[in-house]
T-cell receptor
Framework: GDSVTQMEGPVTLSEEAFLTINCTYT??????LFWYVQYPGEGLQLLLK?????DKGSNKGFEATYRKETTSFHLEKGSVQVSDSAVYFC???????????FGQGTRLTINP | EADIYQTPRYLVIGTGKKITLECSQT?????MYWYQQDPGMELHLIHY???????EKGDLSSESTVSRIRTEHFPLTLESARPSHTSQYLC??????????????FGPGTRLLVL
């Protein structure tokens, strides 16, 4: 079945560092791809999404490009802030079952 | 901003008690979901619904049950809580548009501790 594999955490960076969180997927068909973020004590929020190959999703300085050839959707940010500390989930849409398949989550901590 | 609510936010109960976790959304979404999130952060889909009177089991076997009598309401019930049910429970909703999985909107979660 469809699956998502994320870079293992936790990831700890200093403020203003460059961030990459890797995400690769296995899917039949042409899924949509998502990044969700979960701040401490809260539910998940959509961060960005891409619905077809070569699409770039972006929001709050984060970007991810849908790469069909490498089956990847890596999350990047040029300069992280302490407020970016959270858990990040990569996900794909399983069109057959009409549900999301989530990666295991990556905990990010940014130190001042 | 998404309008999806969960109550209670925190619940501590004894073994054997019956509990109902409430979830409501005001967006008119057809699809609703319940996830269980373990301390390792991984999300497990335990129930979902396509609309009123529709309920389906998710990927993770669960002793809980759900109902969908109204579009906006999707409560989850545990008939007899056990310590193994201790977890965070997240409710979500999305629009239903053919075969395309639209964005899911999540509630803040209920953190359950069974003693």
């Amino acid at each position: 079945g469809d699956s998502v594999t994320q870079m293992e955490g936790p990831v700890t960076l200093s403020e203003e560092a460059f961030l990459t969180i890797n995400c690769t997927y296995t899917a039949t068909g042409y899924p949509s791809l998502f990044w969700y973020v979960q701040y401490p004590g809260e539910g998940l929020q959509l961060l960005l999404k891409a619905t077809k190959a070569d699409d770039k999703g972006s929001n709050k300085g984060f970007e991810a490009t849908y790469r069909k050839e490498t089956t990847s959707f890596h999350l990047e940010k040029g300069s992280v802030q302490v407020s970016d500390s959270a858990v990040y989930f990569c996900a794909l849409s399983d069109q057959g079952a009409q549900k999301l398949v989530f990666g295991q989550g990556t905990r990010l901590t940014i130190n001042p | 901003e998404a309008d999806i609510y969960q109550t209670p936010r925190y619940l501590v109960i004894g073994t054997g008690k019956k509990i109902t976790l409430e979830c409501s959304q005001t967006m008119g979404h057809d699809k609703m979901y319940w996830y269980q999130q373990d301390p390792g952060m991984e999300l497990h889909l335990i129930h979902y619904s396509y609309g009123v009177n529709s309920t389906e089991k998710g990927d993770l076997s669960s002793e809980s049950t759900v109902s969908r009598i109204r579009t906006e309401h999707f409560p989850l019930t545990l008939e007899s809580a056990r310590p193994s049910h201790t977890s965070q429970y997240l409710c979500a909703s999305s629009e239903l548009e053919g075969l395309v999985q639209e964005t899911q909107y999540f509630g803040p979660g209920t953190r359950l501790l069974v003693l």
